[in-house]
């Protein structure tokens, strides 16, 4: 197997009790039949709490508890399960998290997902462009190739730095047949306020975009964002590493490529809103921007299924 993973991938990890909006707040944690048969084996004081805390339905998971808290993240925001039994304690989805894997015959892509703080910082601070690093056996498989092809070109595209960042959005919705309609910022507030949405921050976000973003100056934001256009480019190459391959299953890289350049437009477009109403953008503020459109869009199935069926 061929394992393949951005240059940043090894350096991340968990700030853990310093997140400010951890990943064991909000989400309902699923959890996988070995780590509810290593729970159900556990008796004592913990054994009773893991008993309360856990449904067993047909798809078991942790009861959250009070502000939607993981019932086991404690005081310190720190997760009882891992002081209890350690790392390995944990169940499969808590060890996973922020990482992503997608598959190809032969071919195992990594990541780490932009819902995360950590990672979101990560990914954005970085200076050079990031490289893809393969490591293991490559075995033959003919299945696939193309698209790898494609998503390389793709990336060679969004890394050149010899054109400006619009001109290479451009370049890779003609390359790629691909389609981001021209709306007044007012109107894609409307899309995405027509979508799944869980934090009532994204909703405020998308509702001052309704109402303040008819005067948006995105020229006068783009010169005072002038030396910071790695952030958008890194952006852009994480959502076609991420999503290029999945047109794997419907056959249409355009809809991935779209989707790649309508997220960093339309963070482009709430980075705009930010500083007019602020007088400033920070690089806080866009991780912060990146991370909720990260947790709001791309990990809402239902969310990115539309886009892409939208954007095909
Ligand atoms: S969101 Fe990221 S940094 Fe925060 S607790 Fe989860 S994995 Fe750790």
């Known amino acids: 197997m061929l394992y393949v993973y951005p240059d940043y991938y090894p350096e991340f990890s968990c700030i853990a009790s310093r997140c400010q909006h951890s990943c064991c707040i909000g989400w309902e944690i699923d959890i996988d039949p070995d780590s509810l048969a290593r729970y159900q084996a556990v008796h004592g ?22 502000d939607e808290r993981c019932p086991f993240l404690n005081e310190e925001n720190l997760c009882d399960l891992i002081l209890y039994g350690g790392e390995d304690f944990i169940c499969q989805i808590c060890t996973d998290h922020p990482r992503f ?35 293991g056996e490559e075995e033959e498989a003919e299945e696939g190739k193309t698209l790898l092809v494609l998503r390389r070109h793709a990336l060679e595209i969004a890394q050149d730095r010899t ?25 894609w507030a409307e899309f995405y306020l027509g979508l799944e949405r869980m934090d009532e921050t994204w ?43 999945t047109a794997w299953e419907d056959g249409d890289p355009g809809s991935k490529v779209s989707f790649a350049v309508l997220s960093v437009r339309f ?34 199935q239902e969310n990115l299924d539309f886009l892409f069926d939208s954007l095909m």
């Not at 007019?276 to 990990?299: I, N, P």
Request: aromatic share 10%; charged share 25%.
């Open 45 to 66: 004081p913990m054994g009773q709490r893991l008993k309360t805390c856990i449904s067993d339905g047909e798809e078991p998971h942790f009861i959250l508890g009070r």
């Open 101 to 135: 894997r997608n598959f190809l015959p032969g071919r195992t892509e990594l990541g780490v997902g932009l819902c995360c703080e950590a990672a979101a910082h990560l990914i954005l601070t970085r200076k050079d462009p990031v490289q893809l690093i393969l490591s």
């Open 163 to 187: 054109k400006s960042l619009s001109q290479r959005e451009e370049e890779l919705l003609e390359q790629f047949q691909g389609w981001v309609p021209e709306l007044p910022p007012a109107q």
């Open 203 to 245: 909703t405020e976000h998308l509702e001052n975009l309704r109402t303040h973003g008819t005067a948006l100056d995105l020229s006068a934001f783009e010169i005072d964002m002038a030396d910071r256009q790695t952030e958008y480019e890194q952006l852009l190459v994480y959502f076609l590493y991420r999503h290029f391959l």
């Open 267 to 300: 963070l482009r477009l709430l980075g705009a809103l930010h500083w007019k109403m602020h007088g400033e953008f920070t690089l806080k503020d866009q991780e912060e921007y990146a991370r909720l459109y990260s947790a709001e869009v791309e990990y809402s």
